[in-house]
């Protein structure tokens, strides 16, 4: 067992609205990754996978404000730190995030060099601009960046080029977590895979020690990451390898969005697309039983009255353990899904 | 839409922009019903009385009278001599008198007068005094002698016969009118202006006048600028590049200037109210007309839009329908700017003496210039012109206010 | 491609430009296609393929540059008002954006009764007029009762998206233009939304034009797919053809960098 890089017990975050009312976003997230391994999150919109990515960071403004929870990074608990100690010490060496407009955020008077030596001056303001601008190139040179674009401004660059400039800038300091909210669904196919294969890159060179990869699209989480979690309603539902995810899951909601993939290959057009009725529970007032149980056609009274806590079953493939939040338990899902 | 309204009026801000306003309203309303006299009437026979009420003199003197045992003479002494005089006094028995200053208290006007009476004499030696100062302090010697005699004061008439004048009467200086006995009396809030007019009638009716210039200019601008923003914004094409031509062509010419112009060449006696709302109207549509263009130019494009076309919708009905809806917020905002701009613009063209013609009706703009070329700051009559400033200052803010929390309800990204 | 079903719409050297002089875009540039009645025809292309411009050019709310469009074998005729409404009982659509597809004003009553009215039914009486809002209702599991008196933005995404489908139900078109009818919905609402839209063509017998940048999707709804690239048709066929077997280098790399399952997805190829 590598590492542990981050480590979430219990974490409870929420938003208010304009309206003054509160929306329990995170509501009760533990998740662990170790040194060279990358999580993914997947779930639908409105299930609070982005507000987890902010929570996750522990810099906390409002309209985000914290419950409860720890957030540890390579063995220090951030999530009681105030939100300017956040910035100075954590973004960048320790946690990296990058949303999905992030190509937008460059302001496009400055050249992009400039946006490097901010990045480490907050860290090292002795740094020089020479010294800052050969740890780009070489940066840049490995990860497959032209050095031109670092003097070049934002405007002169195309979206897929933008975006990989911004995670090469966002990693310049080697976090030890890189949280990545929907970083190439904004972009067409083949930009998308270039910043796959650069985030990939920098998991194999060792420039970030490990990932949490969020988006709403599986066939990507599928080819990215090691594990994947996938998140309903404020909670992760189930947990476990990429594989075991896509082709044995467990939770009837995995299941469900697994069998909404479609991707271009042969016999895809045969599958059963899978609909799931209804829309997901309100998180203003979350329910009290299990949060699935009114779109779940395995729903049995007992799932509505009472908190569905998360078990962990061995894994087949001998890796860490799964982790599922169903009141069926494993043999009995095997049945029922058989008898499909 | 009763939502909406309901939003609106938890705007703390659109509320109480909302309540000045209605309260300066209701009083344009309701206080010529009230006090129903002329507003242009010249009451008062000279320029700028002060504040105050007014009782006739005849009346009082005629009126049954009442002996109050009160200390009539230090309110008097108070009050008949100068600040100026106390503070020359003060400085004659500092100097000469031989007091020392901290006994003496320019507030109590009957212990420097009993100081002045024990120390001052005409003969003592005023080192350094010219004679014109000396003989200042002489008069005022007898001046404050002639308060302290308090004689009873005679009243007398003329026989119509021998032409000789008999004492009718005398007024003891314990003896009182009642105000309500006198019959002629005539209060005055605010007091007069430069013709002698009650300054709050005037302001009441200005007031109204004002507000009705604002609003006709308001629905002109807002109406032709709501107009041809629509048509500008919807058809496109040359319509569009003709609209854009004119509305920049209003809009580089400065509409003061232009505003300007056109009520000079209107001529004096022709621009009435109604005229120069319209002329404040037809200068200021420009903006509202850019900014509905835009508006309707990104509504244009929206899917319900093209799906109301499907559905074999006429370019009225879509217009109407389907893009007005999404304009009236900010077409009532717009609106309201209007208003308060066109009061301003009212005032501003009057201050220049290009408002309305002065005969019939007073503006807050007239009202103003008048102050000014009668030189009612000068000589300390700030009733003539402060009241206005605080109408206009009053108007202004509440439009203004109820716009902001307008915008605030109907543009969630200014919400906090 | 089975010819045997009959012309639905085709067109021959369609072209759009926008602007003049130097600012000249050609955002379609001579493309001709050919849609058979009852058939699914997806067009894929990504973001500024001119696709978008295609598909209203289709139906007629922005003109043709040059080129003919045919509508049922004869040339579409779209030059007044009164024909375009006309051609428009015959053409309808569903967008991209739930959210912005209905005025906000309007209720869910007053969007079916239009479609109503549009179809002639203006003086139907009023329980003939509810009995067609049911039926359309229940066509996309919706319930009318909880619908009736109700604002569309009182619904989620993919509720909204399945009201636009009632309303194409009402109207009954030959074609329906679906443009990205799925991109702003959840994947779990997907699935209820495209099994609704081959429902459509198998009842009514109605041409859907699939626009999306999903090659996957394309894949999976249509019979035959035309790729977009830059204003051009690269490469069209039968879905199969197409998508396992593609011949133009543009539709072979757009397959290539989709994320794959079953298959190895090869990342050295960037």
């Known amino acids: 067992m590598g590492k542990v890089m981050l480590e979430v017990k219990n974490l409870k975050t929420k938003y208010v609205t304009r309206q003054r009312e509160d929306v329990f976003a995170v509501d009760g997230v533990s998740l662990k990754i170790e040194e060279g391994k990358s999580l993914g999150v997947a779930g639908e919109s409105g299930c609070g996978k982005s507000t987890l990515a902010l929570s996750l960071m522990g810099y906390y403004f409002p309209p985000l404000h914290y419950i409860s929870g720890d957030i540890i990074v390579d063995g220090n608990n951030i999530s009681g730190l105030k939100p300017d100690d956040v910035r100075k010490k954590i973004l960048g060496t320790e946690i990296a995030y990058i949303p999905q407009a992030a190509m937008n955020a460059l302001n496009p008077t400055q050249k992009i060099i400039r946006f490097i030596e901010d990045v480490i001056h907050v860290h090292d303001p002795k740094a020089t601009k020479k010294d800052i601008y050969d740890l780009a190139k070489e940066r840049f040179a490995i990860l497959g960046l032209p050095e031109e674009v670092l003097q070049k401004h934002a405007v002169e660059l195309s979206g897929g080029m933008k975006q990989r400039t911004v995670i090469a800038i966002s990693t310049i300091l080697s976090p030890k977590v890189l949280i990545a909210d929907e970083p190439s669904s904004a972009l067409d196919v083949t930009s998308q895979k270039m910043v796959i294969k650069m985030m990939r890159d920098l998991m194999e060179k060792g420039f970030i020690k490990s990932m949490i990869f969020i988006t709403h699209e599986l066939p990507l989480l599928y080819n990215v990451t090691d594990d994947i979690m996938v998140m309903y309603a404020g909670q992760i539902v189930e947990r476990g390898t990429a594989k075991e995810m896509v082709f044995d899951p467990l939770h009837p909601y995995t299941k469900g969005l697994m069998g909404s993939i479609i991707v271009p290959e042969e016999g895809v057009r045969e599958n059963k697309l899978i609909a799931i009725p209804g829309t997901p529970p309100n998180l203003k007032h979350p329910p009290k039983g299990c949060r699935f149980a009114d779109r779940c056609k395995y729903a049995t009274p007992t799932c509505m009255a009472m908190e569905v806590p998360a078990l962990e079953v061995p894994s087949k493939e001998g890796g860490a353990d799964r982790e599922y939040r169903c009141l069926m338990s494993v043999r009995k899902i095997r049945e029922v899904y058989e008898d499909e | ?416 | 491609m089975s010819d045997k079903r009959a012309e639905c719409l085709s067109g021959k050297g369609v072209t759009k430009v926008f602007g003049m002089g130097d600012k000249k875009t050609v955002a379609v540039d001579h493309v001709d296609f050919d849609f058979r009645e009852g058939e699914i025809v997806s067009i894929v292309g990504e973001s500024g393929s001119g696709k978008t411009t295609l598909s209203k050019m289709l139906l007629g709310l922005i003109s043709v540059t040059e080129g003919d469009v045919m509508f049922q074998g004869k040339p579409r005729d779209i030059s007044n008002g009164q024909k375009k409404k006309e051609y428009w009982k015959g053409i309808q659509a569903i967008f991209q954006d739930p959210f912005s597809s209905y005025n906000t004003f309007n209720k869910i009553d007053a969007v079916l009764l239009d479609c109503i009215n549009m179809r002639g039914g203006k003086n139907l009486p009023y329980e003939e007029k509810f009995a067609m809002m049911r039926e359309a209702c229940s066509f996309v599991n919706l319930e009318f009762k909880e619908l009736t008196n109700k604002y569309p933005f009182e619904l989620s995404g993919g509720q909204m998206q399945r009201l636009m489908i009632a309303r194409i139900f009402l109207l009954k078109p030959k074609i329906l233009l679906a443009d990205e009818p799925t991109s702003m919905i959840d994947a779990c609402s997907r699935a209820t939304i495209l099994d609704m839209l081959l429902k459509l063509r198998d009842e009514i017998n109605m041409t859907i034009i699939f626009i999306t940048h999903d090659i996957g999707l394309a894949y999976y709804v249509s019979d035959s797919v035309y790729i977009m690239e830059h204003g051009k048709f690269v490469e069209h066929g039968s879905a199969e053809d197409v998508i396992l077997r593609p011949k133009a280098a543009y539709t072979q790399r757009l397959i290539n960098d989709v994320p794959k399952i079953y298959e190895e997805w090869d990342l050295s190829t960037v």
Do not use: C
């Not at chain 2, 200042?136 to 004048?165: F, H, P, W």
């Not at chain 2, 003896?175 to 002629?184: L, P, R």
């Open chain 2, 1 to 416: 839409m009763k939502n909406t309204i309901r939003q609106v009026f938890h705007s703390p801000k659109f509320v109480i922009g909302f309540i000045i306003f209605a309260a300066l309203l209701l009083t344009t309303i309701i206080y010529p019903i009230v006090v129903a006299t002329d507003p242009l009437e010249m009451v008062g026979n000279g320029n700028f009385f002060k504040p105050g009420t007014y009782v006739s003199v005849k009346d009082a003197v005629e009126g049954s009278k009442y002996t109050l045992n009160v200390d009539v003479q230090s309110a008097s002494l108070g009050s008949k001599i100068s600040a100026e005089d106390k503070e020359a006094m003060k400085e004659w028995l500092v100097k000469f008198g031989g007091v020392a200053e901290a006994d003496i208290d320019i507030e109590d006007a009957e212990g420097l007068i009993g100081l002045w009476e024990a120390n001052y004499s005409e003969n003592a030696e005023q080192k350094g005094l010219t004679s014109s100062k000396k003989k200042y302090y002489v008069r005022l010697n007898k001046n404050i002698d002639g308060i302290l005699l308090n004689n009873d004061v005679i009243i007398a008439q003329e026989n119509s016969e021998t032409g000789e004048l008999e004492q009718s009467a005398s007024i003891g200086s314990q003896e009182f009118v009642n105000t309500k006995d006198v019959a002629n009396r005539r209060t005055f809030i605010l007091g007069t202006d430069n013709f002698g007019r009650d300054v709050l009638t005037e302001l009441v009716h200005a007031t109204k006048t004002s507000l009705r210039v604002g609003l006709i200019a308001g629905v002109i601008a807002t109406l032709i600028g709501l107009f041809l923003g629509l048509i500008s914004g919807y058809v496109g094409g040359v319509v569009d590049d003709l609209i854009m031509f004119i509305t920049n062509m209003f809009t580089v010419i400065p509409s003061f200037v232009l505003l300007i112009l056109i009520s000079y060449s209107v001529g004096q006696n022709a621009r009435g109210v109604n005229l120069v709302g319209i002329i404040i109207g037809i200068t200021s549509w420009t903006w509202t007309t850019r900014s509905v263009r835009s508006q309707v130019i990104s509504l244009r494009n929206r899917d319900h839009v093209n799906l109301s076309k499907l559905s074999g919708h006429s370019m009225m009905r879509i217009v109407l329908t389907d893009i007005l809806p999404y304009l009236a917020s900010y077409v009532v905002m717009a609106f309201i700017l209007q208003i308060s701009s066109g009061i301003l613009a009212e005032a501003q063209l009057s201050m220049l003496g290009l408002g309305p013609s002065t005969s019939n009706a007073a503006t807050l703009g007239l009202m103003m210039n008048w102050a000014t070329l009668y030189a009612a700051p000068l000589n300390g009559s700030w009733w003539a012109y402060f009241p206005v400033v605080i109408t206009i200052a009053l108007i202004a803010f509440s439009l203004n206010l109820m716009n902001t929390g307008l915008d605030q309800v109907f543009n969630p990204q200014l919400r906090d």
